[in-house]
């Protein structure tokens, strides 16, 4: 049994460079706390697919993770949070949210130009519909292309010059050491993340009781708090991972008129039509312990701004 001291802990993971990265994290932490741990590859839909994932639809990357660790196939998963469905799987409980890298998007672009130095026209490549409707909605003229493959080839693209720029997560630049390919770090103004974007899922079975209390001393309460705002968010939106919401919460120190210092969780969220005639913005301030409240609030504030009139009346280009 995996929450045995002496058994080897089976991590599954998809077999990309960038997944087996963020699972080799989790796992060399398990073994620098004595445990013996290895990577078990599962092979995903959305590894075998070259179709956009806006197509191939939630969940291509995590079901076969999750079912085998349902069938006991492996022990635990690490999983891309973002990749995860917005429904929970009673099957499987996630005890960790690592300490999370920059949720940001990052700008990969020719010549070391920044997204206003590119001129109109400018092709640019993203796998993602909320990041095409962002860059649509700054009305700067540019093409947006669909693009799929590995961060190597994503960034290939630009160096050979099929493409003028890409978008993509800094954080799996970072986590694999390619933070000089980036020309620019967008903002949220500009461009608002993914929800759960830079996170990690860590996930065990829900009868593992042993294995998920080891799992829980990796936890990180201000990520999680962060992340569970902007899922709860997104849920509520009744949106998957490919539909053009953009979330952001942080936990950040504030000071009361006594002068006492105190943590505020934030949240920054919209909802983009995907072919940026319109987005609707709308922010919150709660407490780190009521993330769930904050984010159905600011979800609610969306949905009265006419949120669901943009998600319904536009169709992705």
Not at 224 to 234: I, P, W
Not at 248 to 268: K, Q
Request: hydrophobic letters at 45%.
């Amino acid at each position: 049994m995996a929450g045995s001291d002496d058994a080897v802990i089976r991590i599954g993971t998809r077999g990309s460079l960038l997944a087996t990265t963020q699972a080799g994290t989790i796992r060399d932490e398990l073994i620098r706390r004595g445990r013996r741990a290895e990577l078990v590859i599962i092979s995903t839909d959305g590894d075998r697919s070259q179709k956009p994932v806006a197509e191939i639809g939630v969940g291509v990357f995590t079901a076969a993770l999750r079912e085998a660790i349902a069938d006991h196939r492996v022990d635990m998963a690490v999983h891309s949070y973002k990749d995860l469905p917005t429904a929970a799987d009673d099957r499987l409980v996630i005890p960790a949210i690592p300490r999370r890298e920059d949720p940001r998007d990052a700008l990969v672009a020719r010549d070391g130009m920044v997204l206003g130095e590119l001129p109109a026209g400018s092709v640019i490549g993203t796998s993602s519909v909320r990041r095409a409707a962002q860059l649509r909605a700054l009305g700067l003229g540019l093409e947006i292309r669909p693009l799929r493959g590995n961060l190597d080839t994503r960034l290939n693209r630009v160096s050979s010059g099929d493409l003028d720029a890409i978008v993509v997560a800094r954080a799996g630049l970072a986590r694999l050491g390619r933070l000089d390919d980036v020309t620019e770090t967008l903002e949220p103004v500009q461009m608002l993340p993914a929800p759960a974007q830079g996170a990690l899922a860590v996930e065990c079975r829900a009868g593992d009781t042993g294995l998920a209390a080891l799992l829980a001393e990796l936890d990180d309460p201000d990520t999680r708090a962060a992340v569970t705002a902007e899922r709860v968010l997104l849920a509520k939106l009744e949106a998957g991972c490919s539909a053009p919401v953009g979330a952001i919460a942080e936990v950040v120190e504030s000071i009361d008129e006594d002068g006492r210092i105190f943590d505020e969780l934030s949240l920054r969220a919209c909802v983009a039509a995907a072919d940026g005639s319109d987005v609707i913005r709308a922010s919150g301030i709660g407490t780190p312990g009521r993330s769930e409240e904050l984010g159905l609030s600011v979800a609610a504030e969306l949905f009265e701004l006419g949120a669901r009139e943009v998600m319904s009346n536009s169709a992705p280009q």
